[in-house]
């Protein structure tokens, strides 16, 4: 007896017995999902969810190519981020990808905002380089007091 041409469980068409054996062998490597993918690199802690995987040159998790991990935690928890909105962190940690409220953010870790607010909680945290912080400065910020004073 033959075994059948077509697949008894996708109804896939393939022929010949070669055809059959990679269609066998090609369902079995199915991937995984975007949330086991995310999950299996992400360590969950009391404070921050620390992402464990490939890493941006500035801190921020990465998953594929291009996606943020930060940002497929937020769409995971929340839905697709909206256009023209970035992911942010209210803890300052660019590995962490936690969306659930804790004690210290009850919002949760991350939350929405434009590149403005992204820049305004910059500034509000010190973390900017504005003044003698800045790299290229020439000056000190008492040097430029000095002179404004004089």
């Known amino acids: 007896m033959s075994a059948p041409s077509v697949c008894p469980e996708c109804g896939v068409d393939f022929g010949t017995w070669r055809a059959r054996v990679s269609h066998q062998s090609h369902r079995a490597r199915v991937r995984p999902t975007l949330f086991e993918r995310f999950s299996a690199r992400v360590t969950k802690g009391p404070g921050c969810w620390a992402w464990t995987g490939a890493m941006h040159v500035h801190g921020y998790g990465r998953i594929g190519r291009h996606e943020y991990a930060h940002r497929i935690a937020w769409t995971l928890a929340h839905g697709e ?55 290229a400065a020439k000056l000190s910020n008492a040097q430029v007091l000095a002179i404004l004073s004089s």
Do not use: I
Not at 108 to 117: R, V
């Open 81 to 135: 981020v909206p256009a023209g909105m970035d992911v942010l962190h209210h803890c300052d940690n660019p590995p962490c990808t936690k969306t659930e409220p804790d004690e210290q953010y009850p919002d949760g870790h991350l939350f929405l905002g434009t590149a403005k607010d992204n820049g305004v909680d910059m500034a509000a945290k010190g973390r900017s380089t504005w003044g003698d912080r800045n790299p």
